[in-house]
């Protein structure tokens, strides 16, 4: 099996690292020149200046699609011309532009194909989707997410106001970059129908793109979620609050606890969960799964259509932001794997 990498930063070593740990060794990387980080790859690896000539002289089994946001679905297309499988990051692009190709291309070809959303393998994410599921919690009445990170501290070794997350030409600006939100709430919920935004640009950053959003989705049968997302915050946290009508439940990812609370019992279940300190075990948990799917074994846990309907939100965010308008999402077909309590009798989706 040889892997593609395409895209030689941060996440992009990480997900080499990570398959060549799971028995991926044969490797040719495409290295532009033009990103931060120094080529110093963890294992023996064929270097390209650009993919095209990478694909000239490579048959890769799969490819590992981590270059600059706005720079993803010309590489995919390449890649599943070629033949390639993939894994491909979040976001899959800033924009819809270019998603009907894309669609069209892995359904002609049979591409199979992973989108990095890592949250979907954390496990207090699926402790809270089987409660969900189950009933246990009632209805889920409201949810609300936060997740402030410190964009200057994320890359020590490079300038952050030229990385992709405050480039606009690159796909960055605050939404797009810290999307996972928006993602684990669709794997929770099912899709949003309409959404109201704003957006901070020219914050204490003075960036470009945005640097704060605020955003409510609107879910079927009156659920609602916020979330607010920003480059600011020291340290960074990231938490969720899910109020049902039968208890509550809180997740705080940066110290790693689970806390659920139901109104027919007294105290609340508190659960140790990994914290942002195992950050890396949800890489694996992603990698080892994209290999399954790889062999076969497995349906990806994070389809296309997934990925797209994160795009999808992205794009109404920037439309509700202009216009100060409440603003449909227009999302396409429910996340994998998804139930709806209509299967329980109460028609709401989880």
């Not at 491909?88 to 924009?95: A, L, W």
């Not at 938490?239 to 689970?258: A, F, K, N, P």
């Not at 139901?262 to 950050?279: I, L, M």
Request: proline share 7%; hydrophobic share 40%; net charge negative.
């Amino acid at each position: 099996m040889t892997g593609l990498l395409v895209g030689y930063g941060s996440i992009g070593r990480r997900h080499l690292t990570n398959l060549h740990s799971l028995g991926v060794t044969d490797w040719a990387v495409v290295h532009t020149g033009q990103g931060t980080l120094p080529l110093d790859p963890p294992c023996p690896a064929r270097i390209y200046p650009d993919l095209p000539k990478a694909l000239e002289k490579e048959v890769p089994s799969f490819a590992v699609i981590a270059n600059p946001t706005s720079l993803h679905i010309h590489a995919a297309l390449a890649c599943i011309n070629a033949g390639c499988d993939l894994l491909i990051e979040k976001p899959i692009s800033h924009s819809l532009e270019g998603m009907d190709e894309l669609a069209a291309a892995t359904t002609a070809l049979g591409t199979k194909l992973l989108v990095g959303f890592q949250f979907r393998f954390h496990p207090a994410l699926m402790r809270i989707r089987d409660l969900l599921r189950s009933g246990s919690m009632g209805a889920p009445l409201h949810a609300r997410v936060i997740w402030a990170e410190h964009l200057p501290s994320w890359h020590p070794w490079e300038d952050w106001r030229k990385s992709y997350a405050a480039r606009a030409e690159l796909g960055g600006g605050v939404h797009h970059t810290i999307c996972h939100p928006f993602d684990y709430l669709r794997m929770l919920f099912g899709d949003p129908v309409t959404l109201f935004a704003t957006l901070t640009r020219g914050g204490p950053l003075k960036l470009p793109v945005p640097e704060a959003a605020n955003v409510v989705l609107c879910f079927p049968e009156g659920l609602s979620a916020q979330v607010h997302l920003d480059y600011w915050c020291r340290p960074p946290m990231h938490r969720m609050d899910v109020v049902c009508s039968e208890g509550s439940i809180h997740w705080d990812y940066m110290t790693g606890s689970l806390r659920v609370s139901h109104t027919n019992r007294e105290g609340c279940q508190v659960d140790p969960f990994p914290s942002v300190d195992a950050r890396n075990e949800l890489f694996l948990s992603e990698a080892r799964h994209f290999l399954g799917v790889l062999r076969g074994s497995e349906e990806s846990g994070c389809r296309l259509e997934d990925g797209i309907a994160v795009v999808r939100i992205c794009e109404a965010i920037d439309r509700s932001a202009a216009s100060g308008e409440l603003t449909p999402v227009n999302s396409l077909s429910p996340p994998n794997g998804n139930t709806t309590y209509a299967e329980q009798g109460n028609g709401r989706a989880v």
